[in-house]
């Protein structure tokens, strides 16, 4: 059996975020890999940290989807029952064995077909009357445009493309001039999204007036206005001056909701009206132009054409998520791909560090690089807030660094660091940054731009916070000024830089982890290989939070001061880790 098989049939999940947020994300081959963060290949990635890298999977077999529990750390639950592998049907609820976590419901388009077509067929039957008898051939023509717009529902077509069919469709099953599709705004404001006449002919939108009193009528029923004849019909409608000026004796507003379902197991009669999705109005020169038939037909179709609309808006956004999704991938891959590599190459320093974004991008960083006269700089920086916008401003702050590379003194880099961003207040961000530089003989000169200060580990294996000077972050106060400050280290000095990510870590009754924890932790790790001893830290983070969700950035850069040639293999840390949390 291949590793992948490609999912032919439309399958797709709805996922449901802490915060209520929806979005639709098709399954398109087995095994589908669902956890926390992109390390590990998850096709679905959910941004909490309860939920396990390796949480669970979705796989195909005998034309059957079934769930299974990969490691997800609290259990993998259907519909409430913890499982290990299920078979799962339309409309299955997957969680994870957290509160306020994700929901994932289960959508099968086959099952949505099967029960859309059979539902129609049944309202088929109980149309009745003469003009259903007399006409046979126009009863399967009116069916066949109702179930092509059923196949809409599942549609991946261009959003327009779905909705201009739609139309057509309306237009067909009433037997209409023209129609047009009004959609709402954020304020409950319509505009004409798209203007269709018969045979599927386009119309521009401002050739038509549509019949704002029919539709004012309509929206204040809240259901469709039906009018046959207009010379029949309220003296309101008669009287409507576009009615009477384009001679129309024929209107049908249609006001389209979308229906919401709070929960899978509520009754039919438990759905209710949702959001105001717009409005489905066609027209015609000709009286008694919608028979008894097309009354019921029209009865059909209403709610066909709402879900068909609010279903054609979700894939539309999955489409803008996606692609949003997409270019925060390569600003991670950029990002992550600029953090230092190569830590074995310093001969007076071993270096170990690791950078785990609370988002898919972040706001912390670090760097190491030679200087000349066999020194070399290291830093730790956090900008203020996380995502793209933080992201944006440590790659900004990367690059002017570097410039330290060419000899440029550090002291006036800050300051021309701090009076552009100050400069430029619009970008509404800070950064607070530790920037020291080491020398063979253990001289470290350092500047602390607001960052928590480090914790030096002596020989002894006793824990101290020797960097007590420092100023304002970088971009946060005009008048800052910066200067540099010396700590002399021993052979075997361990620093231990990191970001708020460590230290306000929370744990389920939200207490942080604090800086005397990190200290009790750091005890006696004075030989401590930097590797191990990052990886241990990193545990005792994680075992104290139990999972629960975290915040902030994690970004942690262990130096060591050796003399040059001292160096043991344990000392060279064999890789860097960074990676995004989720």
């Known amino acids: ?28 081959q087995s095994p589908f890999l669902i956890g926390r963060g992109t390390e590990t290949g998850n096709h679905l990635q959910l941004s909490d940290r309860r939920i396990s890298r390796n949480c669970a999977a979705m796989v195909m077999e005998a034309n059957k989807h079934y769930v299974e529990d990969r490691g997800q750390r609290r259990g993998l639950f259907v519909n409430g029952q913890k499982v290990e592998s299920r078979e799962l049907q339309h409309g299955d609820i997957i969680t994870f064995g957290v509160e306020d976590s994700y929901e994932i419901i289960y959508r099968s388009a086959a099952s949505a077909g099967e029960q859309s077509i059979p539902n129609l067929l049944t309202r088929m039957e109980h149309i009745t009357g003469s003009d259903v008898v007399a006409s046979a051939g ?122 919401s379902h709070a929960k899978t197991t509520e009754s039919v009669a438990n759905l209710k009206q949702g959001q105001f999705l717009g409005v489905l109005y066609l027209d015609s020169r000709r009286p008694a132009a919608f028979s008894k038939l097309d009354r019921q037909l029209l009865d059909a179709f209403t709610d066909q054409a709402a879900s068909i609309l609010d279903n054609a808006r979700l894939v539309a956004r999955e489409r803008e998520r996606q692609r949003l999704e997409a270019e925060i ?17 310093y001969p007076h320093l071993a270096v170990a560090g690791c950078n785990f974004p609370c988002l898919s991008v972040g706001g912390d960083y670090f760097d190491v690089f030679p200087l000349e006269d066999r020194r070399t700089a290291f830093l730790i920086a956090d900008v203020s807030g996380k995502g793209l916008g933080a992201a944006l401003l440590t790659q900004l702050l990367q690059g002017a660094l570097s410039a330290l590379t060419l000899g440029t003194d550090p002291v006036r880099v800050f300051n021309h660091l701090n009076r552009f961003l100050c400069n430029h207040a619009e970008v509404g961000r800070y950064a607070t940054m530790f920037f020291g530089i080491l020398d063979e003989k253990g001289s470290l000169d350092y500047i602390n731009a607001g960052h928590p200060s480090p914790i030096l580990i002596r020989r002894n294996g006793c824990p101290e916070e020797a960097f007590t000077e420092g100023s304002f972050p970088v971009g946060l106060v005009p008048e800052a000024e910066y200067s540099t400050a010396c700590v002399k280290l021993d052979p075997g000095d361990t620093l231990v830089l990191f970001s708020d990510g460590v230290t306000e870590a929370m744990d389920p009754q939200e207490e942080l982890f604090g800086v005397p924890r ?11 290989p930097l590797d191990e001893l990052q990886k241990l830290l990193l545990e005792s983070v994680e075992n104290f939070a139990r999972g629960a969700s975290q915040a902030d950035d994690l970004t942690l850069l262990l130096v060591r001061y050796r003399t040059a040639g001292a160096a043991t293999e344990a000392d060279l840390p064999r890789s860097i880790t960074s990676a995004s949390a989720g």
Do not use: C, W
């Open 1 to 28: 059996m291949p590793d992948t098989v490609p999912i032919v049939a439309e399958t797709v999940l709805e996922v449901v975020s802490p915060d209520g947020a929806r979005r639709f994300v098709r399954v398109t």
């Open 138 to 259: 126009a009863r399967l023509s009116k069916l066949d445009q109702l179930l092509a717009a059923t196949a809409l529902l599942h549609s991946q077509l261009p959003l327009d493309e779905v909705l201009g069919m739609m139309l057509d469709h309306a237009i067909s099953v009433m037997d209409a001039d023209r129609g047009l599709l009004l959609e709402s705004d954020d304020k409950a404001a319509l505009h004409v999204r798209l203007a269709r006449r018969s045979g599927g002919l386009r119309l521009p939108p401002e050739s038509l007036a549509p019949s704002q009193t029919a539709i004012q009528l309509a929206l204040r029923k809240r259901e469709a206005v039906i009018t046959e004849d207009l010379a029949q019909a309220e003296m309101d409608l008669q009287a409507a001056q576009s009615i009477v000026a384009q001679r129309l004796r024929a209107v049908v507003v249609i006001p389209l909701y979308a229906f």
């Open 329 to 345: 991938n390569i600003a991670r891959d950029i990002q992550q791909a600029l953090l230092p590599k190569n830590f074995g190459d």
């Open 518 to 528: 990190l200290k009790q932790f750091l005890m006696g790790h004075n030989e401590t």
